[in-house]
């Protein structure tokens, strides 16, 4: 054997590890590329982007979840693939199209289990986190969505079809004892688990109001609340609903994006009544709290999205106004808020803001930037 | 040549990077070993030490904070030595000691200062975090105590001596704007900041009741709240009272250790009034929420601290007891609430129990272990 050969095969053998640096990954991210099926690997420290992954298939309304140890981001995209990327190697270590159409996933608590909800055939699958091997399947009478971890290897999900909410426990084994919740009202579109894992909260398309259910109660039961949110009589296509991740909460109130008006609403986070309106600039998408719920930023629905507002939560003020751009579709704070990475779609870049001053301080191309999603979310509860 | 031989020299050529596989760091955390003057770095995944840095002095009463990237933990010792180690390399990477006695530090929430709290000479001292640079003394009249991070590069802490809080602003600058607050009471010993970044609540020693300010109001005042919190006539040396860090935010409610009594409080935290009180084994030292605020968990002072108690936030019944074994100093809980590591440092270990079914799960030896620290407090303010 010659001496290339050896480095050769040397070279093969080692490159896994030498092919990438030593680097912690707190303060990475992943930024979803909607239109060239990729993800752009960033580093906050850096403000730059230090690798791309492609080959993810539709990733129009993608999401992601990450594994407890911040290495791997499962990637749900729009036509049923769930794709498993390590972000320290940045390439795709696993990938499964587990349905014709799906929309949205979750991580259990203890980072093992990886559930996945479907449009077609309907229900949720859930797969092995190491393996991607499918380890059980939950049938359900129609779209399953609004799918949510909550504490104690459990996930939630409603069912568009047939107006119920699901509770999949898998604490036992992964033969999960299942709940139903029937007539939590008409036509579950999305929904919500407040940041510590308590409360489930489904929006509705068939009626004005939302349902709320008390995940720590010996007997989960749905209870309306919110009465007058909803489009009430407005005609409206089901994706001109605010996703329901837009919500905030912001120290004890709640922020959310009014439907079909000009505003955003304040509602007390222990009531979950209403509390007060701010008008803002147009139909806002996303209302999110930076960390600590100091500020709310919110983006607002086309044709107006080219604009980006700051809200006091103490005053309900809007204190100061950007324009990053056409197309501003997704937000995303540092984990303790000191920066707001913005995606501006239609110019192919990513905008850092100086929270404080609202002044950006960096920028970043990508290829049609949708969401931004920061490792810190590994360690919250409900996403 | 061998296919031995060829594995050989691979291993051989590789070893640089081999020596140190490609790690994650969201699930890595560091263990005090106060008597040794030693950290334990721990992998929550792997239920594993998988290194040990020595070297870094007195380590009794030890804290420590991490990096935003999760790379370094900057360790604060008792002997004013300021420590940064690589948790990757599992190397110091830095090392001053900066004053006689100190007690306690802080990172600014965007990772580029850290700041220590000293005893002798007083006042607090910060540093470049990339380098140790010394860049500003912040002279105070006396004891500095109570440091915590605010948002907006800001620092708080307060004065034993001279009945003081002061506000550290950076926001600018490394040249910091100083706001002294006066008269906030008689002899504060240690302070909090709430998980939002918005309440420091100091505790006083020299009277009963502790100390508010509101760090998001334009004036920030002094407010008493809790007037019968406190030792009374009680004669008591100041170790006898308990960290305010031991104070822990369950949903809306605070819950604290009672002193001298055998007790634990829990404070509406949203008006800061006593509602309740709780029963327990004995003096109890942490109250410490599990991520999402289900239950609190409780240890103990000597000698009644071979014993862990867990109470439900809801009915604030005990439902729970363990005995992990003589000197619980410690505990912390995995990110999303899975799992509770629990030092016992009489019997050298801490102990790893599963939170649902609160059975031990692991075991990792360690030399008298204190403090334990996982790498996800990267991403939360007030610490």
């Known amino acids: 054997m010659t001496r290339l050969a050896v480095l050769l095969l040397c070279s093969a053998l080692a490159s896994p590890a030498l092919a990438q640096e030593l680097r912690a990954t707190g303060d990475l991210g992943v930024v979803v590329e909607r239109a060239t099926g990729s993800v752009l690997i960033v580093d906050q420290s850096e403000h730059a982007a230090i690798g791309r992954v492609e080959g993810l298939g539709d990733l129009s309304h993608a999401s992601l979840v990450f594994s407890p140890d911040e290495?791997?981001?499962?990637?749900?995209?729009?036509?049923?693939?769930?794709?498993?990327?390590?972000?320290?190697?940045?390439?795709?270590?696993?990938?499964?199209?587990?349905?014709?159409?799906?929309i949205g996933g979750a991580i259990s608590d203890d980072g093992k289990l990886v559930a996945v909800a479907n449009y077609e055939p309907g229900g949720v699958n859930v797969f092995d986190a190491d393996t991607l091997e499918q380890v059980a399947s939950i049938p359900a009478?129609?779209?399953a969505l609004g799918l949510e971890d909550a504490a104690g290897r459990k996930f939630v999900f409603s069912v568009w079809d047939t107006n119920e909410t699901k509770i999949v426990d898998f604490s036992g084994s992964n033969d999960p004892v299942i709940t139903t919740l029937s007539d939590i009202g008409e036509n579950p579109y999305d929904a919500l688990v407040t940041d510590d894992g308590r409360t489930y909260i489904a929006g509705l398309f068939g009626e004005d109001g939302l349902t709320a259910i008390d995940l720590w109660a010996d007997t989960p039961e749905a209870r309306r609340i919110l009465p007058h949110y909803g489009r009430?009589?407005?005609?409206?296509?089901?994706?001109?609903?605010?996703?329901l991740e837009g919500w905030a909460k912001a120290g004890d109130q709640i922020v959310l994006p009014a439907i079909h008006h000009h505003e955003v609403l304040w509602v007390d986070a222990r009531t979950l009544e209403e509390t007060g309106r701010t008008e803002v600039h147009s139909q806002p998408v996303f209302a999110m709290a930076r960390p600590g719920g100091r500020q709310v930023w919110v983006n607002f629905a086309h044709p107006d999205n080219d604009t980006v507002q700051v809200i006091d939560t103490m005053s309900h003020e809007i204190i100061g106004e950007m324009k990053p751009g056409p197309a501003v579709l997704?937000?995303?704070?540092?984990?303790?808020?000191?920066?707001?990475?913005?995606?501006?779609?239609?110019?192919?870049?990513?905008?850092?803001?100086?929270?404080t001053t609202l002044?950006?301080?960096?920028?970043?191309?990508?290829?049609?930037?949708?969401?931004?999603?920061?490792?810190?979310?590994?360690?919250r509860l409900g996403l």
Chains 1, 2 share one sequence.
């Open 141 to 143: 009478g129609g779209k």
């Open 359 to 379: 002044e950006p301080i960096g920028e970043i191309a990508a290829e049609s930037p949708s969401g931004i999603f920061f490792t810190a979310r590994a360690h």
């Open 71 to 102: 290495r791997f981001a499962f990637v749900f995209g729009r036509d049923g693939g769930l794709t498993k990327v390590d972000i320290l190697t940045q390439k795709i270590v696993g990938r499964v199209v587990q349905s014709g159409n799906s």
């Open 232 to 243: 009430g009589a407005e005609e409206m296509p089901v994706y001109k609903m605010p996703h």
């Open 330 to 355: 997704h937000m995303e704070f540092t984990s303790r808020g000191t920066e707001a990475w913005v995606s501006v779609r239609d110019e192919n870049k990513v905008v850092i803001y100086d929270t």
